[in-house]
């Protein structure tokens, strides 16, 4: 196995690990947990490197720990995006009305783009898998593919006309359930009068 120099961590930083951590925080406007512990640890063996009191094996080995957490919170990083698009492209895919009227592809073209999305996930796991102790950067690329087939249907997603049709949606709601209280509340109150009408004049 080939030592990892500290040119090849920068370039995988700038190249790699910013994209997807960017991409990520973007869409959840968070910073989630998990990958800031990556970071951490990744930053911790990297000033281990930097140590003059540590031998050259020693801080070669920590270059290359430092590395190998940085790929890791790279792939977690595109792992937990596509979770997230996928629970947003869920909500929609579920809603015959959303699917309808809210996205700008014909209903037909995004359910094959689901489709496409979520097969990639498949592909992506399945080579993760194969590559479990072994070279990272296959799964980081599938995983990154996922997300990409992810955001040609999210591009397509009118936001406006979502927001507009959950506001009618709710309001829908609240008429039919307070329809509903309403007629509750007269058939109950027929009854009791029947009742009483009935125990008086029988």
């Not at 492209?89 to 209903?107: A, G």
């Amino acid at each position: 196995m080939p030592q990892t120099d500290i040119a090849e961590v920068v370039s995988f930083f700038n190249n790699e690990f910013i994209p997807a951590y960017s991409d990520l925080t973007g869409f959840i406007v968070n910073k989630p947990q998990e990958i800031l512990i990556g970071i951490e640890y990744a930053f911790s063996h990297l000033m281990q490197h930097f140590n003059e009191e540590l031998g050259t094996e020693s801080q070669d080995k920590n270059l290359e720990k430092a590395y190998h957490h940085l790929q890791r919170a790279t792939l977690d990083c595109y792992k937990l995006l596509w979770v997230y698009m996928n629970t947003n492209i869920v909500q929609l895919i579920d809603n015959q009305n959303k699917r309808k009227f809210c996205v700008n592809m014909v209903e037909g073209d995004l359910l094959l783009a689901y489709q496409r999305f979520r097969t990639k996930a498949q592909e992506a796991r399945t080579i993760e898998g194969r590559n479990v102790g072994l070279d990272i950067m296959p799964s980081i690329a599938a995983y990154k593919g996922a997300c990409i087939e992810g955001r040609k249907i999210l591009v397509n997603i009118d936001e406006i006309k979502v927001n507009d049709l959950e506001k009618l949606e709710t309001r829908a709601y609240r008429f039919i359930t307070a329809k509903e209280f309403i007629v509750g509340l007269l058939t109950g109150l027929v009854s009791s009068l029947i009742i009483y009408a009935i125990q008086i004049y029988f």
